[in-house]
C-alpha cells in the first residue's frame, strides 16, 4: 500500500472559559483555555484532529505563533510529502513544540483511520482504563480546598499540589488536604523548579513524611549536578518535567541520571517522540506518567489513550477538564473512583457547533 500524503492543514483558535485560574511555579498563570485544534487531511481522505495549547511561560509559543509556524514553516514542509515521514521533517524546525505536536498527533489519527485501526491499536494502547491525577494550583488556601473537595467528589483519587511560592503555607495546605480527605486521596507535589539545592534534600524528606508520593522537578534545570545528586540521595522520587521536554532532554537527563519517573506530555512531543521517550524511559527502568498539558477534552482524551501503553503505570495528569467551562467535543469525560475508562476517550469527537461558538474570530 501506499503510504498517504499529507494534503491540508487547518488551524482554528478557539478559547475555553475557565472555573477560576490555574497558578503555578513562581509567576504561572492561566485565566482562560485559549488553544489551537489542528486538522491534518490526507490523500485517502482520511483525517485527524489535536489540540496544540500554548504555554507562553513554558515553551514560548502563543495560540498565533503556533498558526503562524504551521502556516509558514511547517506545512510548506509536510503538503504532499508522505504522512508516515512528518516528525522527522518538522525536526528541521526548533522549539514549537506543542505546533509540531499537535501535527504530529492528527496525523497518526488521520493514520489510524487510513489503515482502519482505532488510535488505541495504533498506539499499542491495551489497558482499558487510567489512573488520574488532578493538578491543584497555588492560590488562596480556602479555595484551592474548595477546589479539591469538588474535584474529589467527581471522581479525582490523587492531587499533584503546585508548590514553591510559600514553602510554609505549601506544607499548611498539603495537611489540610490530608485532614479533608484522608487515604482516600493520594497527594504528591510539583515544585516547578522553585527549591534551593541547600534545602531541597530537606524539603523532599519533609514532603515524604507528610506521605507525599513524588516530588516534580524540584530544582532549576540547569543544576543538573545538583539535581543528579539529589536524586541519588534518594528522599523522595522524583519526576521529570521541565528537564525532559524532548527526546533529546531524556537522552541527558539519563546519562546523569537525575529522576525516576518520567512526566511525557503527548502535547510538547506528539505520539511519535512520546513513543520513543517511553521506550527509552522504560528500557532504563523508570517509571512514567502522562500529561495532557492542560488540554481540554480533545487533548486529554489523545493523551489518555497514550497513557493506556502497558509501560505507563503512574498516574496520569487527564482531568484538567474539570476546570473547563464549556467544550468543543460532543461529550465530556468522566471519572469513576480514579479512573478514566479509555473506551470513553476513543469516543470523544468534536461538536462542529460548539467549535464555531467557541472559535476566536482573528
Ligand atoms: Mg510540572
Redesign the pocket.
Known amino acids: 500500500m501506499i503510504a498517504p500524503k499529507i494534503a491540508a492543514i487547518e488551524t482554528i483558535e478557539f478559547s475555553l472559559p475557565m472555573l477560576g485560574e490555574l497558578r ?1 511555579g513562581s509567576q504561572s498563570s492561566l485565566a482562560v483555555a485559549r488553544h489551537v485544534l489542528v486538522t491534518v487531511a490526507l490523500s485517502d481522505g482520511s483525517c485527524g484532529v489535536a489540540e496544540a495549547p500554548p504555554r507562553p511561560t513554558i515553551y514560548g509559543e502563543t495560540a498565533a505563533t503556533i498558526i503562524a509556524i504551521i502556516r509558514d514553516e511547517l506545512a510548506p514542509r509536510l503538503l504532499g510529502q508522505p504522512a508516515t515521514t512528518a516528525w522527522e521533517r518538522m525536526a528541521a524546525i526548533r522549539n514549537n513544540h506543542t505546533a509540531k505536536g499537535a501535527i504530529d498527533m492528527a496525523v497518526h489519527d488521520a493514520l489510524a483511520q487510513s489503515t482502519g485501526q482505532s488510535l488505541a491499536e495504533r498506539l499499542g494502547a491495551t489497558r482499558d482504563r487510567v489512573r488520574v491525577s488532578y493538578i491543584l494550583g497555588i492560590g488562596a488556601r480556602d479555595e484551592v480546598l474548595a477546589e479539591a473537595e469538588r474535584v474529589v467528589a467527581q471522581g479525582v483519587r490523587v492531587l ?1 499540589v503546585k508548590v514553591g511560592r510559600d514553602w510554609d503555607e505549601d506544607i499548611a495546605r498539603i495537611r489540610d488536604l490530608q485532614a479533608m480527605f484522608g487515604a482516600t486521596v493520594e497527594l504528591y507535589a ?1 515544585a ?1 523548579e522553585t527549591m534551593l539545592a541547600e534545602n531541597a534534600a530537606h524539603r523532599l524528606a519533609a514532603l515524604r513524611e507528610l506521605g507525599l508520593h513524588y516530588c ?2 524540584p530544582l532549576p534545570v540547569e543544576q543538573i549536578r545538583a539535581r543528579a545528586t539529589l536524586r541519588a540521595y534518594g528522599a523522595l522520587p522524583i ?1 521529570a ?2 528537564s525532559a521536554f524532548t527526546l533529546r532532554d531524556l537522552h541527558r537527563e539519563l546519562e546523569m541520571d537525575t529522576f525516576d519517573i518520567l ?1 511525557i506530555k503527548t502535547p510538547r512531543t506528539g505520539f511519535t517522540e512520546s513513543l520513543a521517550m517511553a521506550t527509552h524511559a522504560s528500557a532504563a527502568g523508570k517509571g512514567i506518567m502522562v ?1 495532557s498539558q492542560a488540554g481540554s477534552t480533545i487533548g486529554t482524551a489523545r493523551a489518555a489513550i497514550f497513557a493506556a501503553r502497558p509501560e505507563i503505570a503512574h498516574p496520569s495528569e487527564l482531568s484538567f477538564f474539570l476546570k473547563l467551562r464549556e467544550e468543543i467535543t460532543e461529550r465530556r469525560l468522566t471519572l469513576v473512583d480514579g479512573w478514566l475508562d479509555v473506551r470513553d476517550a476513543l469516543m470523544v469527537r468534536i461538536d462542529p457547533a460548539q467549535l464555531r461558538a467557541m472559535t476566536v474570530q482573528t
Open positions: 503555578w499533584k510539583d516547578n516534580e522537578e519526576i518535567d521541565d512526566n500529561g
